[in-house]
């Protein structure tokens, strides 16, 4: 299995980049925001992809991500009937990473649907096979030592953004403690309105 494949951008084209990895032309599918970005980027730019290999009788793509945690996030989605890479890929194309967890823990089926090829029923089934698989890997591991009254903590105010945000995410199943410093967290990031402190919490809580 190839991990990654780090080289310079050769070619492109709306579904993927050609990396020069020793002299030797990979092409790699990657999302289309990837495909924007590495289009542009200089001729002697290193480039590196997270990558996942899928191999059938008739075919052997390779697709790439920026980023490690969008490929865990990929194999993932592809694990779920009816999603396969091109799936998986036009879920990451329509969205980021941290958009799709929000969406698929929330339940939101229809900002799911959006993505090209997910149909509703798809997206709902993403939600259902998903939602408790991704609450059951977000760990509080960054926020150990965090010690704060929450009677007293401004994320806790009830009728405010941040408390709002805080009742969200433990609607959604998180300890309201873990919570609670994530939107604390958030804020001091600068985030003030809920939809900003809830996808900033969530990424603290990944």
């Not at 492109?12 to 002299?23: A, H, K, R, T």
């Not at 989605?77 to 969205?95: D, E, N, Y």
């Not at 939101?108 to 090209?116: E, V």
């Not at 010690?147 to 009728?159: F, P, R, T, V, Y």
């Amino acid at each position: 299995m190839i991990s990654f494949v780090e080289g310079t951008v050769a070619g492109f084209d709306e579904s993927g980049v050609i990396l020069n990895v020793g002299g030797v032309g990979f092409y790699v599918q990657v999302p289309s925001y990837a495909v924007s970005e590495l289009s542009s980027a200089p001729a002697d730019r290193v480039v590196r992809l997270h990558t996942y290999m899928y191999i059938r009788e008739d075919a052997m793509n390779l697709y790439g991500f920026l980023s490690a945690d969008e490929l865990s996030l990929f194999k993932m989605l592809i694990t779920v009937s009816g999603i396969g890479p091109k799936g998986g890929l036009s879920l990451l194309s329509a969205m980021s990473a941290d958009d799709l967890r929000f969406a698929i823990i929330s339940g939101d089926a229809k900002a799911i649907s959006r993505a090209q090829g997910i149909g509703k029923r798809t997206a709902e089934r993403l939600v259902i096979d998903l939602k408790d698989r991704l609450q059951q890997t977000i760990g509080s591991d960054d926020l150990r030592g965090v010690h704060m009254d929450l009677s007293q903590s401004a994320a806790e105010a009830e009728g405010s953004a941040a408390g709002d945000a805080v009742a969200a995410l433990t609607a959604l199943g998180y300890p309201r403690a873990d919570a609670a410093a994530a939107v604390k967290k958030a804020q001091s990031e600068g985030n003030e309105d809920t939809e900003a402190l809830l996808k900033a919490a969530l990424r603290h809580l990944a």
